[in-house]
């Protein structure tokens, strides 16, 4: 079965790109979220089996929502993205909780390596 999987980026066209890379590989993009105080909402709605979630969005940042996310669902499976030279918010993403992490600009074979590895 397909896994599901959340997408939050600010950038519209990370998450095409992102759900793009996704879907060509079997995998199922249930939702999409712009910033962190939607994705906390998204993820309480759809249960996603993943999340790929931006560092740096409006309103609230990638680590606060994984924070909350994580505190609602300690089971959550989350993976950060961020630009580079954001090593010390990586860092903190890792201690908050994530998974792995993916640097900007995406490789699709890194992508699915993190997917991978993460929820198979």
């Known amino acids: 079965m397909a896994k599901n999987i959340l997408i939050c980026d600010d950038a519209a066209f990370m998450r095409m790109m ?3 890379i996704l879907t060509k590989n079997g ?14 909402e998204r993820y309480a ?8 979630m931006d560092i740096t969005m409006p309103e609230m940042d990638g680590i606060q929502a994984l924070k909350k996310i994580k505190a609602a ?6 993976i950060m993205c961020s630009a580079m ?4 918010m990586v860092i903190e993403a890792i201690q908050a909780g994530a998974k792995d992490f993916i640097v900007k600009p995406f490789q699709a074979e890194r992508v699915l390596e993190a997917v991978k590895k993460v929820v198979g």
């Open 18 to 20: 992102i759900k793009d």
């Open 27 to 40: 995998y199922n993009v249930a939702g999409e979220a712009e910033n962190g105080a939607k994705a906390v």
């Open 45 to 52: 709605e759809l249960k996603p089996d993943l999340v790929l």
């Open 73 to 78: 669902d300690s089971g959550a499976h989350v």
């Open 85 to 88: 030279g954001q090593q010390a």
